[in-house]
């Protein structure tokens, strides 16, 4: 079994910034992909960053220049770095991860981490 944690949510002035984290834990053989997605009220959920096990990246667009992923393969862990938060950022954030095992892969999600912007 394989848990991802995530952390770093909160409250901020629009301006601002924030750190998400996520650790993935268990019987992880290899990660591949990890990303995160957000999901507004009303709203479907939708990719904001993802990041190959290569560290190839992959933005959407209203978030381009603004926030940067990065892992830790060593600790299978992968950030998001946000920056210049707006309030149309406010969801609750969910990391995301590609899990290789013998054979086959399988996609695991975080509990999610509630980011709210305020004007």
């Known amino acids: 079994q394989v848990q991802l944690v995530a952390s770093g949510g909160g409250l901020v002035q629009a301006g601002g910034s924030l750190r998400l984290s996520c650790a993935a834990s268990?019987?992880?053989?290899?990660?591949?992909?990890m990303g995160w997605y957000r999901q507004a009220p009303g709203k479907q959920r939708e990719m904001v960053a993802v990041?190959?096990?290569?560290?190839?990246?992959n933005y959407e667009d209203s978030v381009k220049g603004r926030f940067t992923i990065s892992r830790d393969n060593a600790k299978n862990t992968v950030y998001l770095q946000m920056n210049s938060l707006k309030p149309e950022d406010t969801a609750v954030y969910y990391c995301?991860?590609?899990?290789?095992?013998?054979?086959?892969?399988?996609?695991?999600w975080g509990q999610g981490t509630q980011v709210t912007v305020s004007s």
């Open positions: 995301n991860a590609d899990v290789g095992f013998p054979g086959s892969n399988v996609k695991y």
């Open positions: 268990g019987s992880v053989f290899s990660i591949d992909a």
């Open positions: 990041i190959t096990s290569g560290g190839s990246t």
